[in-house]
């Protein structure tokens, strides 16, 4: 696939960006191919916000080159370099630094570990949007993207304190009664003290604050309103 095959992609539809007019225009290169003409591929969700705008069209021009694998396999290798290079990453997120520059590294970089034209071309509008910022919520929307794609749930769930294995069991089987029929779970364990006791539960666009932290700050609030 040639070098421009991503830059065909009509980011006036598939990479929407609210304007003062409320109508949805995108402010960046105009793309007038013949993949421009496909008709947009919805995801099996919608994730809302800047992240989920690109990862929605990152979605749609993958489907289209019957290469959503290869970009996801290529987006979670970016990420985990970021994550592994805390330079890069504040390079990147640096507003001083000009957005020829990042996109040249970022560019350098991606062609460097042999990743396709697709995803070197989406970073690259990433940048030349000044939106290499938002890379987080960007994956995040793109994990949940596909996890959709593939029939999956996923399902967050945080507590104070690491679950061990007899209780992991007992919530995943409580879980499985919020699946559609083919549905599967994605169970993510997150541990944060804050929560002090309890769960904070995340499934789907459901969320459960079931932790004391949130139990002692309503009582707080309900004895401060008596007073």
């Not at 370099?81 to 590294?105: I, M, S």
């Not at 989406?122 to 919520?137: I, P």
Request: glycine share 6%; charged share 20%.
């Amino acid at each position: 696939m040639p070098y421009t095959s991503f830059k065909s992609v009509n980011w006036q539809r598939d990479i929407p960006v609210k304007m003062a007019t409320s109508r949805i225009v995108i402010p960046a290169r105009q793309f007038t191919t013949s993949v421009a003409q496909a008709q947009f591929v919805k995801p099996p969700i919608q994730v809302y916000g800047t992240g989920g705008r690109y990862a929605h069209a990152l979605y749609s021009a993958a489907s289209k080159e019957k290469k959503l694998e290869q970009a996801d396999s290529e987006l979670k290798s970016f990420r985990n370099t970021l994550q592994q290079n805390a330079k890069l990453q504040q390079f990147l997120n640096n507003p001083v630094v000009k957005k020829n520059e990042k996109t040249g590294v970022v560019s350098d970089y991606l062609k460097g570990q042999k990743m396709s034209p697709l995803t070197v071309n989406f970073f690259g509008v990433l940048a030349e949007n000044n939106r290499l910022s938002k890379l987080d919520e960007v994956f995040s929307a793109w994990s949940k993207i596909m996890s959709a794609h593939r029939g999956e749930v996923v399902c967050t769930v945080t507590t104070a304190k690491p679950l061990d294995a007899n209780k992991q069991k007992q919530l995943n089987e409580a879980l499985q009664g919020f699946l559609k029929k083919g549905e599967k779970l994605n169970l993510n364990l997150n541990v944060d003290a804050a929560v002090i006791g309890g769960m904070v539960v995340e499934i789907g666009d459901k969320y459960v604050d079931m932790s004391t932290a949130t139990k002692v700050k309503q009582m707080t609030n309900l004895i401060q309103q008596s007073v």
